[in-house]
């Protein structure tokens, strides 16, 4: 049976951004929706931490080749990293402003960022035959070449949405109905 995992950003949680209205959307098609609540914070937020977080759902069979993965922000790479150093098969993964090495957003963003970045990106295409990427050309946070490159690295489809900021609730995301047909 399909399921599906939402995954928040940094200094984020579960209940941001458009998070909660796509969990409710998912779960009323009948659907099994987790959105699993990081830790954040300097300190807590890194890769060690939300890996340990997210192998007990793989450990308990939920996450497999039925699985689409819905990711915002730096969420993106730390998913392609933790699959392809759990070697994790899934259906689908669908990113939102993802991009890796990217430094510059400011101290705390890169201090917590930095663990989830990965040198062998292209290698999550073995773990997901089915990768789309989300971006836009004016995110305040993002460079839109580092989103750009992110997508190219990994993408099987890009979506550009024009002057869409962090595709966040800061740029008018509350919901995000655009993700729906991807799902």
Avoid at 122 to 133: L, Q, T
Wanted: hydrophobic share 35%.
């Amino acid at each position: 049976m399909e399921n599906y995992f939402i995954i928040h950003g940094s200094f984020s949680s579960p209940y941001s951004n458009w998070i909660g209205w796509l969990h409710d959307f998912i779960q009323t098609e009948g659907k099994q929706v987790y959105v699993p609540n990081f830790p954040v914070g300097v300190g807590y937020q890194n890769y060690e931490n939300w890996s340990r977080l997210l192998k007990n759902y793989l450990d308990i069979g939920l996450i497999g080749e039925n699985t689409i993965i819905i990711a915002h922000s730096i969420a993106p790479v730390f998913i392609s990293k933790f699959l392809i150093e759990n070697k994790v098969k899934i259906k689908k993964l669908i990113s939102v402003c993802g991009f890796n090495n990217y430094f510059g957003i400011n101290e705390e963003y890169d201090t917590v960022n930095k663990s989830m970045y990965t040198d062998n990106l292209e290698e999550v295409r073995k773990y997901v035959s089915e990768i789309v990427c989300f971006y836009s050309n004016n995110d305040p946070y993002v460079k839109y070449e580092a989103e750009k490159e992110f997508a190219n690295t990994i993408s099987t489809e890009q979506i550009l949405i024009p002057d869409a900021g962090h595709i966040n609730s800061e740029s008018g995301f509350d919901t995000f109905e655009d993700i729906v047909s991807y799902l």
